[in-house]
């Protein structure tokens, strides 16, 4: 199972950027696609982004479609995420997963997330 810890979460204005981070541990996180979920106030768990093992291939929900980037660094064990030109809709808990591609989570457990808000 891999096991992750989020960070790099903020208060950042409309318009605005942020770099994510989701640092993970053990063997299995080099065996598997990651991907980044998020979950607002009262909504469900919801998919923003998914890179394969390699990096080479990427998957975004339609909501975050050129806004964002997901990437990582496997010598690091490190996936990240870039986003740019935030929206008030994009507050929520942001969470990092091993998933079966494109974007289902391929464990059930999760980490403790890392908080972005978005202030308009």
């Known amino acids: 199972q891999a096991q992750v810890v989020e960070s790099g979460g903020g208060l950042v204005q409309a318009g605005g950027s942020l770099r994510l981070s989701c640092a993970g541990s053990?063997?299995?996180?080099?065996?598997?696609?990651m991907g980044w979920f998020r979950q607002a106030p009262g909504k469900e768990r919801a998919f923003v982004a998914a890179?394969?093992?390699?990096?080479?291939?990427?998957y975004y929900a339609d909501s975050v479609k050129g806004r964002f980037t997901i990437s990582r660094d496997n010598a690091k064990n490190t996936v990240y995420l870039q986003m740019n030109s935030l929206k008030p809709e994009d507050t929520a808990v942001y969470y990092c997963?091993?998933?079966?591609?494109?974007?289902?989570?391929?464990?059930?457990?999760w980490g403790q997330g890392t908080q972005v808000t978005v202030s308009s």
């Open positions: 997963s091993a998933i079966s591609w494109p974007n289902t989570p391929a464990f059930n457990a």
């Open positions: 053990g063997r299995t996180f080099t065996n598997y696609a």
């Open positions: 890179i394969n093992l390699s990096g080479s291939r990427t």
